[in-house]
């Protein structure tokens, strides 16, 4: 699977941001979706995933993000989206859009940048 990110940008703290990203090629082995984080000279560390291969989506959060963060997702688009509000200045880094296959398999998207100013 192929994973196309967009919606970053520079914002001011406190502001919000939207992330999608959308898969293509092979979804049908898909597991789940989600968005890891990378600040400066750091690790990627995840921030949301949900679930997309069944009727009923499972969430899941980083405690940093708990209340700030929405992830969701349009199965019809094959597209997960990340509500970002409340942003922090350290919230800045460069977001990721991952996929895990159901065997466990994961796929990488190119990072989008997000600046938040104090």
């Known amino acids: 699977v192929q994973l196309q990110a967009s919606g970053g940008g520079l914002v001011q703290a406190g502001g919000s941001l939207r992330l999608s990203c959308k898969a293509y090629g092979s979804r049908r082995s898909m597991h789940d979706m989600g968005w890891y984080f990378q600040p400066p000279g750091m690790q990627r560390e995840l921030v949301a995933s949900?679930?997309?291969?069944?009727?009923?989506?499972?969430?899941n959060y980083a405690d940093s993000v708990k209340g700030r963060f929405t992830i969701s997702r349009d199965s019809a688009e094959n597209t997960a989206y990340l509500q970002m509000n409340n942003l922090r200045p350290e919230d800045t880094g460069v977001y990721y859009c991952?996929?895990?296959?159901?065997w466990g398999v994961g796929s990488w998207g190119p990072g989008t940048l997000v600046t938040v100013s104090s």
């Open positions: 991952h996929s895990d296959n159901k």
């Open positions: 949900i679930t997309v291969d069944g009727t009923t989506p499972t969430t």
